[in-house]
């Protein structure tokens, strides 16, 4: 008795036998009696999921939050799951379980936004090098040998190598490793330089400028270059305080217009040859 008793037991202590409420709740419409049936067979499988959720502990998500992910598959594997297909219920329930926890670290624990295409090299690489490393050296496997135990192109390895280092982000404020004196990360960002866009903006009007009547240049060379006063510029040409800013301004304004026609007319240039 005790023989076939136990050849007969399921593959997991925490798998019971909910067959009949299935069959209870397909033969039952919508309502309150078939809505208490799903959260019986819920709670009669809850501890598979509890086991499925341990299984991806230490992976930057802590246990409770994976146990919630985990039961929310299960009430999905619950809602969808129709034993006219002939199926067991835990053959359902494993996938759906198991794709709900992977599904929220793809979409939840990335701290950078990575392709699904290279979160699959990242998770073969990471598999490889994990089965590599279980050698009496113990060293880290190289990429022509993760190469040859995957059969992924070395640009695929690659790939899935950066990829493995966007899984968490490094903060700002983090220590640099070797760093004796407090250098954090923050401290290799470089700053804008205001002198670059005057450069930028220079050389815009660099041909506008040569373009200009001789006055308009001098009036700019000296209230600009040569941090004159209106009024001394004024008194220098001969004519008043009020016709000089006009003049500059005028001539600012022209020589705007003249940088953004030039400046539209290139990037259509660019767009046509592109």
């Given at each position: 008795m005790t023989s076939v008793r136990a050849r007969s037991r399921h593959p997991h202590d925490d798998a019971p036998d909910t067959s009949e409420q299935f069959r209870r709740i397909a033969s039952l419409p919508e309502g309150s009696e078939r809505g208490a049936l799903r959260q019986e067979v819920v709670r009669a499988w809850m501890?598979?999921?509890?086991?499925?959720?341990r299984r991806f502990r230490n992976r930057g998500e802590s246990l409770e939050d994976l146990r919630q992910v985990a039961m929310l598959g299960l009430v999905k594997a619950v809602n969808?799951?129709?034993p006219a297909r002939g199926s067991a219920f835990e053959s359902f329930a494993v996938p759906t379980v198991v794709g709900e926890i992977k599904r929220h670290f793809r979409d939840h624990m990335w701290g950078l936004h990575v392709p699904r295409r290279v979160q699959e090299l990242r998770n073969r690489v990471r598999t490889a090098t994990q089965e590599l490393t279980?050698?009496?050296?113990?060293?880290?496997?190289?990429?022509?040998e993760i190469v040859q135990h995957t059969g992924m192109?070395?640009?695929e390895v690659l790939v899935g190598l950066e990829a493995l280092d966007s899984f968490t982000t490094l903060s700002l404020d983090a220590e640099l490793p070797g760093s004796d004196d407090g250098y954090a990360l923050v401290?290799?960002?470089a700053t804008s330089e205001p002198a670059f866009d005057r450069v930028v903006d220079r050389e815009a009007v660099k041909p506008g400028l040569a373009g200009l009547p001789e006055r308009e240049r001098e009036i700019l060379y000296l209230r600009f270059f040569c941090d004159e006063t209106q009024s001394r510029i004024a008194d220098r040409l001969g004519i008043s305080q009020m016709h000089v800013s006009r003049l500059i301004s005028r001539t600012c304004a022209k020589l705007c217009e003249q940088a953004e026609a030039q400046a539209e007319a290139q990037a259509e240039a660019q767009a046509e040859a592109a």
């Open positions: 501890p598979m999921a509890d086991r499925l959720a969808r799951y129709d279980r050698t009496p050296d113990d060293r880290t496997p190289t990429v022509a192109t070395e640009e401290d290799t960002l």
